[in-house]
């Protein structure tokens, strides 16, 4: 049976995910803010489910909360990073840039650096980061969460890099990208090739089984990916 974190389990697509790796007979330590969430988790799933409160944004708590699921659970082969924050801020309000920074980029790089060095130390596990399509390019109604998310893809891809150095060959490294999700973290209203969060949720834990070092969720988002990358900055200007 295997060994699972989630950070940000309370909504959304980490607590989707939650719910199918109870399924698949995973032990798995859920976090997030909101307590009663998580305890309404660990009722159905007593034996399961480990809960931990935690808001990620407060850098110093992540650790704590990791290191004390890495001493009751004592290997990890699983760490998922879903806790995330997305703001419509067309006017670079500096209250919504800072909480993006500080859950999207501080408290994410916090996880991720904990976990790597974990699977080094393990000779094992695989860290999965739920980035977004976002990564790709800029963005002027959302600039700090399309930067965040950017910041995430190059972080992401670096520790992959550092694999090499671990001699097992056993430490994986995924960056999902999902395009537009039925979540409350979806930007704004309307938004096309919306995917249902049933839907979304599987897909990823397919990409999570097969060690996908990217994943577009849904697929077609990897051709919106390739004719961003493509597009000069001046022709985004004019349509996004």
């Known amino acids: 049976m295997k060994n699972v974190i989630v950070f940000g389990a ?18 798995v330590a859920i976090t997030g803010r909101r307590l009663e969430k998580l305890e309404a988790i660990k009722k159905l799933y007593p034996n399961q489910v480990l809960i931990k409160q935690n808001d990620i944004q407060h850098i110093s708590e992540v650790e704590k909360v990791f290191n004390e699921i890495v001493s009751e659970f004592k290997t990890i082969d699983l760490v998922i990073q879903s806790s995330g924050v997305a703001f419509v801020n067309p006017t ?21 650096a904990l976990a790597y ?43 992959y890099i550092k694999t090499k150095s671990i001699k097992s060959k056993k430490v994986f490294i995924t960056e999902i990208r999902p395009g537009f999700v039925d979540t409350a973290m979806n930007l704004g209203d309307g ?46 200007k004019k349509i996004i």
């Open 10 to 27: 309370t909504s959304g697509i980490g607590k989707s995910l939650t719910e199918i790796l109870i399924k698949k007979k995973c032990n």
């Open 92 to 112: 670079l309000e500096w209250e919504l840039q800072e909480k993006t920074i500080n859950t999207n980029v501080l408290g994410c790089t916090k996880l991720y």
């Open 117 to 159: 060095n974990l699977f080094k130390k393990q000779q094992f596990g695989h860290l999965v980061g739920i980035s977004s399509i976002a990564a790709i390019r800029g963005n002027r109604s959302a600039p700090d969460y399309f930067a965040s998310k950017s910041y995430q893809k190059s972080y992401l891809e670096s520790l």
């Open 191 to 236: 938004a096309f090739w919306m995917i249902p969060l049933e839907k979304a949720s599987k897909q990823i834990y397919s990409a999570i089984l097969k060690k996908k070092r990217v994943a577009y969720i849904s697929k077609r988002w990897q051709i919106i990916a390739v004719i961003l990358k493509m597009m000069p900055a001046w022709i985004l």
